[in-house]
């Protein structure tokens, strides 16, 4: 099973970052057209993906992500593109 770290960008230009390994339904859980979603993006809808990575498993997916959540905002797309280990 492949696992995803993604980055969606929320309507006040934050970004936000998290692992999973279905992305479509992620970001539709973000937006509120499913239940679950981030209580940080459910105050900042529409959600718009703007960047993600595949993975082998969810240990390295987990420590990309851990990664682009200490990075600067100019920094983040970068690291998921030079981590990656396919692109779609």
């Not at 499913?34 to 993600?52: C, E, F, H, N, S």
């Amino acid at each position: 099973m492949a696992w995803y770290v993604y980055l969606v960008e929320c309507a006040d230009a934050t970004l936000y970052c998290g692992v999973t390994t279905d992305i479509e339904r992620r970001v539709a859980e973000h937006n509120g057209d499913q239940p679950g979603g981030a209580r940080y993006t459910r105050g900042r809808r529409p959600v718009k993906l703007v960047a993600w990575a595949e993975f082998a498993d969810r240990t390295e997916a987990c420590r990309v992500e851990a990664r682009v959540k200490k990075a600067s905002r100019a920094n983040k797309e970068d690291i998921l593109y030079s981590t990656q280990v396919s692109t779609k």
